[in-house]
């Protein structure tokens, strides 16, 4: 919205509207309040036109270069890999794999190049019918993802001053009317798991149970985050950088002492228990975790026939994930008595302010809370 005003040692109107957050003034340069308030209609209406995406936009930028005010000429695909870039040095390597094949995907999508389309001449109708896409394609969850994965885009597009609107903002998140919901893991499906799983995944899934790590940082857990003598992990969550300490049962400390033993002298604090699954990628690591859910009747077989819909079609949706033992290990401690402090003390929280609550409780009112989980194999007493 622009508006007329004229200054008090000045007889020339001038127009004013805000730019990025800041006030902008042009000089209509004629002293005829009629005239002026042409030249701010003129310009109201190209700024409408503008925001529509209409064949007036280059002479909108070009309007903008005259009054000393040049807009960007990146374009998409350059901002994208710039974006990818600077995420490899500043974020999880998880997220940096989930804004990848983000970037890909929409890269594919816009059909961008080298030089075109331009950054600023990707609309809210362009991001609208890409996440159509993708909600076809996949599921609501990714849709909604991949909607906030491209705010964290243009929002960082729009503080280097590379892009002046986000046309991400006006797109709504989907709601989700399947009744397909994520649950905890029972007692007796974790039994059943473990007599399934070896190796890695059985490992996998008791510290999922016990401690409700996510599975990033159980497959890259280094030697050294584990005190077989006190019985604890500490380590810094992958996901939310939080610092955690984490009693563990005397039956998952044998497994843990048997995988070191396995891999003999040598090794140091700083190597992964388990180094082909800490160098994984996350989707192999998925696959091979269904795999399991197979086996033990908890999960459908995916087929990997080619349908009408393609290799994009959106899959069956699955009541459970590796993310369920979590629910599970949060649901069981409550279970046992155990507080919302104390619960949300081993889960971890990415709030600095109720982390440094939460993890200040003393490590033996952690330890008893563990201490009453069921026991799943009997192991090490």
């Not at 996440?131 to 729009?158: G, H, M, P, Y």
Request: hydrophobic residues 40%; proline residues 4%.
């Amino acid at each position: 919205m622009a508006w007329l005003y004229r200054y008090p040692d000045s007889a020339n109107w001038y127009v004013g509207y805000r730019l990025n957050g800041k006030l902008v003034a042009r000089s209509t340069k004629t002293a005829d309040e009629e005239k002026a308030k042409k030249e701010l209609a003129a310009m109201e209406a190209l700024d409408a036109v503008r925001q529509a995406g209409g064949p007036l936009d280059a002479l909108y930028h070009a309007l903008k270069a005259s009054i000393g005010q040049p807009t960007p000429t990146r374009s998409l695909k350059a901002e994208l890999a710039d974006w990818i870039a600077e995420a490899g040095k500043t974020t999880a390597p998880g997220t940096v794999q989930r804004y990848a094949g983000i970037a890909a995907g929409f890269t594919k999508f816009m059909n961008a190049g080298e030089d075109k389309p331009l950054l600023r001449d990707v609309n809210t109708d362009h991001v609208r019918a890409y996440l159509a896409d993708v909600l076809q394609k996949k599921s609501v969850a990714t849709a909604n993802q991949e909607r906030r994965c491209l705010r964290v885009f243009w929002r960082r597009a729009i503080a280097n001053g590379r892009a002046t609107a986000d046309p991400v903002a006006a797109v709504k998140s989907f709601r989700d009317t399947s009744e397909t919901k994520r649950r905890p893991f029972t007692l007796a499906e974790v039994k059943r798991l473990l007599t399934k799983a070896d190796g890695f995944w059985r490992f996998a899934v008791m510290t999922g149970f016990y401690t409700g790590l996510r599975i990033s940082d159980i497959a890259a857990m280094p030697i050294g985050a584990v005190d077989l003598k006190e019985g604890f992990i500490r380590l810094a969550t992958m996901k939310t950088k939080t610092r955690v300490t984490l009693p563990i049962p005397d039956e998952l400390v044998a497994v843990i002492r048997a995988r070191i033993a396995e891999l003999g002298k040598g090794v140091k604090a700083t190597d992964p228990l388990w180094p082909e699954h800490a160098a994984m990628r996350s989707g192999q690591r998925s696959n091979e975790f269904h795999a399991l859910l197979v086996k033990c009747g908890l999960a459908e077989a995916r087929s990997h026939k080619a349908t009408k819909d393609g290799r994009d079609a959106a899959r069956e949706a699955s009541t459970v994930s590796f993310h369920c033992l979590r629910h599970a290990f949060v649901s069981n401690l409550k279970a046992a008595g155990a507080g919302q402090a104390v619960a949300r003390a081993l889960a971890g929280h990415s709030s600095d302010e109720m982390s440094d609550h939460y993890t200040s409780l003393p490590l033996e009112t952690l330890r008893d809370a563990v201490n009453k989980l069921p026991a799943l194999t009997g192991e090490g007493k």
